[in-house]
């Protein structure tokens, strides 16, 4: 079973591991010093006793004196516990050693004859040893005239420097083991008060219920680097109010739009159920029975196609669209009902756009139907049309019932009238100005409405490529 990952315990691993590696590297580089104090220490002392032997050498001058020479590098070494020398010639006879001298003699040779005065480091049995080696002159002459030389190695007992270092070294992984743990319990601490403004993030939205979407978290009270966070959840329940809003409304306007249809038809049902009627009666009740059929099967028809266009399922077959030639078409249907109230119906302009013709006529027909319906008498209804480079603009303003400002952006809304006195009428579902925006959104354009003066203008624009 996988568990799920832990901000405390991620925070809490990142401090122990932060912590243990600096003081590790740390522990590193003060070992590392020490050894290098202790080498140059010993370095110090080996180089004195070096030059000192190299000294005495020089005073050599014939055999006799080899046996004061001897005295006195014995002499030197008094006090210097630990310090070892030998003395040999290149065939490796041993001229001058000290009691405890464990030197590896081919060892000390190719050190004195590559690397002189390079430290060396060996072992004997038991014992751990740094020395150094060289070839020094000597105050004898050979046959040939040259100075001899002798093979000098100087070395000191380093066991006392190792202990130190290993009980160094003990002790510093105790005191990173026990600060990794402190380091620990410190982080897990930090982080669980760290994350204290996320749990009471996760109490106060516990509280958020259907019945209380209106609550917001307190941005100003929350960290830096939790306001952006309060703000979005902000921005997220007030999305959510206001979709809950709207589907409440919605709900409730479509119980009230089939409330009435629905009503008359089961009361034209019973009234027609209440005693025997003529074949001409039958035929009448039914006809009006049809018409509420149709204006339910519009208004459900309409309701499908606005929850595919919210959903993005309405994708339109794209094809040039000359507008004039639509909206001369739509004159021609409308030409009978207009003539009725005296409207005349006029184009200006002219354009094209890339659109699903039968979706397009679809919205400007409801437009058009829409400003018929409520044009006053003898008025003209205009359509402009105009193009720019990359939009199409068509402006159809009409003179008669005005729009007041603050339901400029409600008019699109479903089943919203601007009159709530107007209920429901025969000529529409209440669902026409709706289903315009949600056919022009889906082309990637935009419609807006103006009305001043009791001139209302509904405005789309198009992109000519979408």
């Known amino acids: 079973m996988n568990r799920r990952p832990s901000i405390t315990r991620r925070l809490t691993l990142l401090f122990v591991s932060a912590s243990s590696a600096v003081l590790l590297a740390l522990g590193v580089v003060i070992a590392a010093s020490v050894e290098k104090h202790f080498e140059e220490q010993d370095m110090d002392a080996l180089t004195g006793k070096m030059a000192l032997a190299q000294h005495t050498l020089e005073q050599l001058k014939s055999q006799d004196d080899l046996k004061r020479i001897t005295q006195l590098l014995d002499n030197s070494l008094v006090g210097h516990q630990g310090l070892e020398v030998i003395v040999f010639e290149p065939n490796h ?84 083991a026990g600060a990794a743990a402190l380091t620990g319990f410190l982080g897990w601490a930090a982080a669980r008060r760290g994350l204290a403004p996320l749990r009471a993030m996760r109490e106060q939205t516990q509280g958020v219920t259907a019945q209380q979407l209106s609550y917001r978290l307190p ?25 809950f809003h709207r589907l409440s409304d919605f709900s409730s306007d479509i119980a009230h739009e089939l409330r009435t249809p629905v009503s008359n038809l089961m009361t034209q049902t019973q009234v027609a159920l209440s005693r025997a009627r003529s074949a001409d009666q039958y035929c009448s009740i039914l006809e009006s029975n049809a018409e509420e059929f149709e204006h339910m099967a519009r208004m459900i028809s309409d309701m499908l196609l606005l929850a595919k266009a919210e959903n993005s399922l309405v994708v339109p077959t794209r094809q040039t669209v000359n507008l004039a030639a639509e909206v001369l078409a739509l004159f021609e249907y409308y030409d009978a009902v207009a003539e009725e109230k005296g409207l005349h119906l006029a184009l200006e302009g002219d354009g094209e756009v890339s659109a699903d013709r039968l979706m397009l006529r679809r919205a400007l027909g409801n437009l058009l139907s829409n400003a018929v319906r409520h044009s006053a008498a003898n008025t003209t209804v205009r359509v402009r049309l105009s193009a720019s480079p990359n939009m199409v603009s068509i402006c159809m303003e009409n003179t008669g019932d005005a ?64």
């Open 403 to 466: 729009i007041p400002q603050e339901y400029w952006e409600r008019v699109f809304d479903r089943f919203f009238r601007v009159d709530p006195s107007r209920q429901r009428s025969s000529e529409g579902t209440g669902l026409g100005l709706a289903i315009t925006k949600s056919i022009v959104n889906a082309h990637g354009g935009t419609i807006s409405v103006a009305s001043i003066s009791a001139v209302t203008t509904f405005t789309i624009r198009l992109p000519r490529v979408p």
């Open 219 to 243: 941005v100003e009270s929350a960290p830096v680097e939790l306001a952006e966070l309060a703000q979005s959840l902000n921005e997220m329940l007030a999305r959510l109010e206001e979709a």
């Open 93 to 176: 006879e041993v001229i001058f050693a000290t009691p405890n001298a464990n030197f590896p003699i081919d060892l000390v040779a190719a050190s004195a004859a590559r690397n002189p005065y390079r430290p060396i480091t060996w072992a004997q049995g038991e014992q751990n040893y740094r020395g150094i080696a060289a070839e020094l002159p000597t105050g004898l002459l050979t046959r040939t005239g040259a100075r001899s030389k002798v093979i000098v190695a100087v070395a000191t007992d380093i066991a006392h420097h190792q202990a130190f270092m290993r009980s160094f070294l003990q002790t510093l992984w105790f005191f990173v």
